[in-house]
């Protein structure tokens, strides 16, 4: 359906895209600059002032929060003390002379818009988005139908942080940003579509946010069994013994994996039943 009708999906996502963007543009060109930051949870954080503002006669830092503001101090040149509004009496510490403001011991709710406006203009004020994270706790790794034939995944979950990013890695290399799939925030997983000798390897992933980043490693191994050919299992286990007592090489090396070998060796494995059933071997399965 989507591809019978381009010129239709082109006109909507312009009215969307229009629709989006004139409000930013309107929202950019009232608020000044905006810049962004990121700090760890307990660490302090310099909000730095306007930029090239010569002399502050008045400076005024706020705190946005989606459409109310709380202001945070206000200041005149010709007063002595800053006067620093609760809550933020005590943590936050305002240097007068380039209007930035120190926050202390900052936790994830001081998250959001800070705005500094000197001298009462528009045009002297910046907005600081400010994101106080926890760092990323280290990715759990584990593979799900690794299977040969199957769609194989892999899985990579983070405990504690927000992620902003998941990248993926195997044997070392990066691997194309889309290959990952975000599931959740917290979840990223990469499928391995018709699992193949070639998907075996080590496989890292990277979880990262503005302050932190952690890499865990999985060694893959692909399986070749695939369900109808379980049935085979006990007597290739029968046959893998023989094989070994009888020093035949009947193995197939895929993925160094000994369940892939055991049942590439199925097929061989009724002619070694014969050859065991004729030699009167002693062998138990298990
Ligand atoms: C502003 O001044 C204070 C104190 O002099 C200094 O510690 C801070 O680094 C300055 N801030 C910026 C953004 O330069
Ligand atoms: C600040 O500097 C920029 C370029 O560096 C300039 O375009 C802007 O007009 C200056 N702003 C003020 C308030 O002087
Ligand atoms: C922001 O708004 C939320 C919900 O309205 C409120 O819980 C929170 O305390 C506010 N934060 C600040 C810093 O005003
Ligand atoms: C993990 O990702 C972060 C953020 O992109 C990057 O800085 C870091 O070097 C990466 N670590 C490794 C081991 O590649
Ligand atoms: C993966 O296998 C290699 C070589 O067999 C080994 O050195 C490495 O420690 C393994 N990594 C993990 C995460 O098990």
Redesign the pocket.
């Known amino acids: 359906m989507l591809t019978c009708r381009p010129v239709e999906l082109l006109g909507t996502s312009w009215v969307l895209l229009a629709g989006l963007l004139v409000p930013l543009q309107q929202a950019a060109d009232a608020a000044g600059p905006l810049e962004r930051k990121a700090a760890a949870v307990g660490s302090s954080v310099?909000l730095?002032?306007p930029d090239n503002v010569t002399h502050i006669f008045s400076t005024r830092w706020e705190h946005l929060n989606g459409t109310s503001s709380r202001t945070i101090l206000q200041y005149h040149s010709g007063s002595h003390n800053p006067a620093i509004h609760a809550p933020y009496t005590g943590w936050a510490i305002f240097?007068p002379?380039?209007?930035?403001l120190?926050l202390e011991d900052v936790q994830e709710g001081d998250s959001g818009i800070y705005k500094v406006t000197v001298n009462t203009g528009e045009r002297e004020s910046l907005q600081i988005l400010l994101e106080v994270l926890k760092p990323v706790s280290r990715p759990r790794l584990w593979g799900r139908a690794l299977v040969a034939r199957a769609t194989a995944e892999v899985l990579c979950d983070v405990e504690e942080g927000k992620v902003d990013t998941f990248t993926w890695k195997k044997d070392g290399q990066p691997l194309p940003p889309d290959r990952g799939v975000r599931l959740s925030d917290s979840l990223s997983v990469l499928y391995l579509r018709s699992a193949k000798k070639s998907d075996c390897g080590s496989y890292s992933c990277n979880a990262s946010n503005g302050i932190s980043w952690q890499e865990a490693s999985l060694n893959v191994t692909i399986a070749g069994l695939s369900p109808p050919l379980q049935d085979v299992l006990r007597v290739a286990v029968v046959a893998v013994v023989f094989a070994a007592v009888s020093g035949w090489g009947l193995v197939f090396p895929v993925c160094q994996s000994e369940k892939l070998r055991i049942s590439e060796s199925a097929a061989g494995g009724s002619r070694t039943l014969i050859a065991l059933v004729l030699g009167g071997g002693q062998l138990v399965s298990s």
Do not use: D, E, I, K
């Not at 002379?97 to 930035?100: D, R, V």
């Open positions: 310099l730095p002032g240097h002379s380039n209007g930035s120190l």
